[in-house]
């Protein structure tokens, strides 16, 4: 049990930053020329996990993972949404934060959104800029997000929506400060009640466009071309400074779980040991940095090298609250809480479902089978080969096998949770080339 009776439950921060890669953050690559002096002091004060993994290797498609503790493979999404693209989550889908907030959360979306929203007067603007006044449904509010603040996604970063319109146009650059600012100010007001709140904080950084604000101009100490991203990234990591800041100040630190991580790999840059870079099906597309702080509950310094998924978000509220989930609710998602407190003493997922929009890949212990679209399969012992270089999948006919069989029968049972069998709404099979969003 992690909650005393009369202790109040924990706030929950969780920092997504986009498209950063595993070997970005110092304390995850020592010899990494960016510059993240917020990222890395978390990782000390709490713990870093090295087998993290998002739940796909593109944005939308994590981000239906992380609300809502799904594959989203289930719902046949290996693509992006576009500004216009209707909403992925139906309204009568429990998420994570209507979870949180049916049981007395205030809950807070700031930032890119990427899941679609449907929009009152149909399409109202142009694909990179929304009109002022427009107005949406079926967005943050309608999936349990009592306040909203944030764009559709990178390709419209200059239209802001707060809550069900949208509420201003500015230069790109001139985004993220707005973003940042208005999480210290919830973060503020949020001290001054009683009630504990989730705040979900999906920031822009190191996603395109590139588009650091003057005062980071050159703080990263790279030169070229390289450095406008490594101020980005930089800008990115001061952002999460920021959050860590307010905490401390209004008194929250203590009582607040934080996470933070990434959404996938960095674009078109891959960082070895790992194989590869967002959108691919190899560990650079999807392992990411995932660092976890409440202090007195998880020890600092820490380090785990247990296999979780961003999907795990769900589930690990469920049990830091001692609450049941439905049946039909976060189907894919397992508490990593043992692990956080150090008390594991087996993996915590018996498997992990990893996709691209070149198919599917399943993760047990050392072993990772891909299966690609097309029926090829490759097969990597990462224990042995982090690099994927060495397909094995010939010399281990058996394993091949164990894990085919492993995975249909998630897809069949519609959840790789303990539970009832679910149904997903996307045709799933294994021997035959599938459908894309």
């Known amino acids: 049990m992690v909650l005393a009776e009369a202790e109040q439950p924990p706030n929950i921060v969780f920092v997504l930053f986009d498209d950063i890669g595993y070997g970005q953050p110092k304390s995850y690559r020592a010899d990494s020329a960016f510059k993240t002096p917020n990222l890395d002091p978390l990782a000390t004060e709490g713990m870093r996990f090295t087998d993290a993994h998002s739940a796909a290797a593109n ?118 400060p707005l973003m940042i600012g208005k999480a210290v100010k919830y973060i503020e007001e949020r001290s001054r009640e009683k009630k504990p709140f989730f705040l979900y904080f999906p920031m822009c950084p190191p996603h395109s466009p590139i588009v650091p604000a003057a005062e980071f101009t050159g703080k990263s100490g790279i030169a070229g071309k390289e450095g406008k991203y490594a101020d980005w990234v930089y800008q990115g990591d001061h952002m999460l400074g920021q959050i860590m800041d307010a905490l401390k100040r209004t008194g929250q630190e203590k009582n607040t779980l934080m996470i933070a991580t990434g959404d996938n790999g960095a674009a078109r840059r891959p960082y070895p040991p790992l194989r590869e870079a967002k959108s691919s099906i190899y560990e650079g597309g999807h392992r990411e940095p995932f660092v976890a702080r409440w202090p007195g509950k998880i020890k600092a310094g820490s380090v785990n090298h247990d296999v979780i998924c961003l999907n795990d978000l769900f589930a690990t509220c469920a049990d830091i609250l001692r609450a049941d989930l439905p049946p039909d609710t976060a189907e894919d998602s397992v508490s990593i809480l043992p692990g956080l407190l150090g008390k594991a003493t087996i993996p915590m997922r018996e498997a992990t479902v990893h996709q691209a929009p070149a198919g599917l890949a399943i993760r047990r212990g050392p072993w990772k089978l891909i299966m690609y679209r097309n029926g090829n399969r490759e097969l990597y012992n990462l224990k042995d080969d982090i690099s994927e270089t060495n397909d094995v999948s010939r010399a281990n006919t058996v394993v091949v096998g164990r894990l085919e069989k492993l995975i249909q029968s998630y897809i069949d049972r519609g959840r790789s949770t303990p539970g009832p069998a679910q149904k997903n709404d996307f045709d799933l099979s294994l021997n035959k080339r599938g459908g894309k969003k």
Not at 118 to 123: I, M, N, P
């Open 59 to 176: 944005c939308t498609p994590t981000r239906y993972g992380v609300l809502t503790g799904r594959y989203p493979s289930r719902i046949g999404q290996f693509g992006v949404l576009k500004t216009y693209s209707a909403p992925i989550i139906p309204k009568s889908r429990l998420t994570v934060a209507s979870f949180l907030k049916g049981r007395g959360y205030h809950t807070a979306c700031i930032g890119k959104w990427h899941l679609g929203m449907k929009w009152v007067d149909g399409k109202p603007g142009t694909e990179k800029q929304l009109p002022i006044g427009a107005r949406l449904i079926d967005g943050p509010n309608a999936l349990g997000f009592d306040y909203f603040y944030g764009f559709t996604h990178a390709r419209n970063i200059g239209s802001i929506i707060e809550q069900d319109r949208v509420v201003a146009n500015v230069k790109g650059i001139e985004n993220q």
